[in-house]
């Protein structure tokens, strides 16, 4: 039985994207490893053509969700950047290390973002 606090995590995530409109998931993957673990896999494109790629490790650490790791991919119709939120190890002067973002032209400092602010954050540079 998957522990309540990755339930409710998938159900915020799970929300999150139905109340997005013109929104297609291709695809939607929740690996269930152990009652405390959990890997997300999605891809979503917007009805102006922006594609955006989920991955997350997530496992339950006390009490309390931990991601182990993550990728928030966006970008354009045209195969373009617009930005990508990780955790990848390799940016280690940036003060919010190991995680940042990455824009068209540069990585910046950056903590963990949730996915409802990532799905915000796309529907504001739709607008």
């Known amino acids: 039985m ?8 998938l159900d915020v995530v799970e929300q999150a994207i139905l109340c997005c409109d013109g929104v297609y998931v291709e695809r939607y993957t929740e690996e269930i490893l152990t009652p405390e673990r959990v890997n ?18 997530v496992i339950i650490v006390g009490q ?5 790791d993550y990728r928030y991919h966006c970008q354009d119709a045209e195969n373009r950047l617009l930005f990508r939120y990780d955790c990848t190890p390799h940016f280690p002067d940036l ?7 990455h824009l068209p032209d540069s990585v910046i400092v ?13 529907v504001q540079l739709q607008e």
């Open 2 to 9: 998957l522990h309540d606090a990755l339930k409710t995590y």
């Open 40 to 57: 997300l896999r999605i891809r979503m494109r917007f009805a102006n053509g922006y594609l955006l790629e989920i991955h997350e490790a």
């Open 64 to 68: 309390r969700l931990t991601h182990l």
């Open 95 to 101: 003060s919010s290390f190991p995680h940042h973002k």
């Open 110 to 122: 950056s903590e963990r973002t949730e996915i409802p602010s990532i799905l915000q954050e796309i």
